[in-house]
């Protein structure tokens, strides 16, 4: 016992720290040299931070998947365990007779050893299950890595947002003092009522608001993606966001998004991943109807004498042969099938309805698009009427304003199509830019 004592595994204390966890967590950048590595591995572009690459910062950060990962670890792990044999069992037992006879030696050893040989494919059949088990916690963790990067392309999405309804609204902030400044000089020389002056200051102060709002969005969406990627804000203001995947909206094959959908969609095949566990253990407790073989050599020494002998040993099934187990085996399958058919049909919904929002909202931006220009093509009407001296300059203020509004509403049906594109990316799990 003592010759095996070298090889076993020590315990080594690993205190956890709040205090150090909060710090190793602020401290947290996204030119951490175990980030860069990551990314050169998953072949990162060296450009600005888009969606895909803050997804992948989000992949190694982000406590969710973290968590994740060490779940699947901890499936790995068990394959350990399901591979081991049984030790065998050494059993001494001395024993001293005083009253024996004179010159008869007094004391009997009795060393015996217990060897367990499994029966019916048992340690294959554990294997088997840990390793499906293993296999459907890894799937969990690119699904872990997919929810983080729905949510970082949400936050980077409602940060484009904001900065760029920040930069529209101030632009109709001014046009709209400009306009107020016309309008003072008309009514105070008689030329319009004073009640259109109150009807300026309550659009400019509705665009002020605006502004605020706008500004309030993006110092909030800052903090969301700071928290989706798992790094400080400060992280975030470090680096060259990439917005460039937001200015497009890729058309989408509805035959080809659904395969996709319930072919390669992680948590679908993790639930395939928990079927074959169930059926590997209903497998297990089959075999184990079949009893194992204890062999039980013996070696006695017996008042001067060696004495051989082999046990035999196995479980007698008469009064069970594991039904209950099997029955529960049985129904942990049926459980697992049912639970992928209910996820499946959970996805057929959800990709349904993705595909129908977005082709919605892609038509939308069209509408808008094609009102901007035609504001903007006011605009430059009513610029070459006033230099024509055909109108007076507040007209042309009027119409850069619905100009103005315009683009606002473009941005809002673009931000709206974004938003739907995400979720349509969430409900394939894949840019749709592959789906082209």
Not at 92 to 103: E, I, M, Q
Not at 261 to 270: G, N
Not at 282 to 310: C, F, M
Request: glycine residues 4%; charged residues 25%; proline residues 5%.
């Amino acid at each position: 016992m003592t010759c095996c004592l070298p090889s076993c595994v020590q315990f080594k204390a690993k205190p956890l720290s709040p205090e150090a966890s909060a710090a190793s967590y602020a401290g947290r950048s996204l030119s951490d040299p175990g980030l860069r590595q990551f990314l050169a591995e998953q072949r990162a572009s060296d450009g600005g931070w888009g969606v895909d690459k803050l997804a992948l910062a989000a992949a190694y950060f982000s406590p969710d998947v973290r968590v994740a990962r060490s779940l699947a670890e901890e499936s790995t792990a068990t394959i350990i365990t399901a591979g081991q044999r049984p030790n065998p069992v050494l059993t001494f037992a001395p024993a001293y007779s005083p009253s024996l006879a004179k010159g008869v030696y007094p004391y009997n050893f009795t060393p015996t050893l217990s060897v367990t040989i499994e029966t019916a494919g048992k340690r294959g059949k554990r294997l088997a299950q840990a390793e499906a088990d293993a296999a459907a916690a890894q799937l969990r963790v690119a699904a872990a890595a997919w929810d983080a990067r729905t949510r970082v392309r949400a936050a980077l999405l409602a940060l484009y947002a904001g900065r760029q309804n920040a930069e529209l609204l101030k632009t109709e902030v001014a046009l709209n003092e400009e306009a107020l400044s016309k309008l003072q000089v008309q009514v105070e020389e008689g030329e319009v009522p004073a009640l259109d002056l109150t009807v300026a200051r309550l659009a400019l102060n509705r665009a002020k608001l605006a502004q605020h709002d706008a500004e309030k969005q993006t110092t909030t969406a800052r903090e969301q993606l700071a928290g989706a990627v798992g790094v400080s804000p400060e992280a975030v203001d470090a680096v060259r966001l990439d917005f460039s995947d937001f200015e497009s909206n890729p058309s989408v094959p509805a035959e080809k998004a659904r395969e996709q959908a319930l072919y390669h969609r992680s948590d679908l095949l993790a639930l395939l991943g928990d079927y074959s566990v169930a059926e590997a253990l209903l497998r297990l407790e089959v075999a184990k109807q079949y009893p194992d073989i204890r062999l039980s050599p013996t070696d006695q020494y017996d008042h001067s004498r060696n004495r051989w002998g082999v046990g035999i040993q196995f479980d007698l099934p008469v009064l069970n042969q594991n039904r209950g187990p099997i029955a529960v085996a049985e129904a942990k399958r049926k459980t697992a099938a049912e639970r992928f058919g209910a996820r499946q049909a959970a996805v057929i919904t959800e990709v349904g309805t993705a595909l129908a929002a977005y082709h919605t909202m892609r038509a939308k931006v069209q509408t808008a698009r094609q009102l901007a220009d035609e504001a903007a093509h006011a605009s430059d009407t009513t610029r070459q009427m006033v230099a024509a001296g055909e109108l007076i300059p507040l007209d042309l203020v009027r119409r850069e304003i619905e100009a103005s509004a315009s683009n606002m509403a473009m941005l809002a049906a673009r931000v709206e199509a974004q938003t739907a594109a995400g979720q349509l990316e969430a409900a394939l799990q894949l840019p749709l830019r592959s789906m082209r």
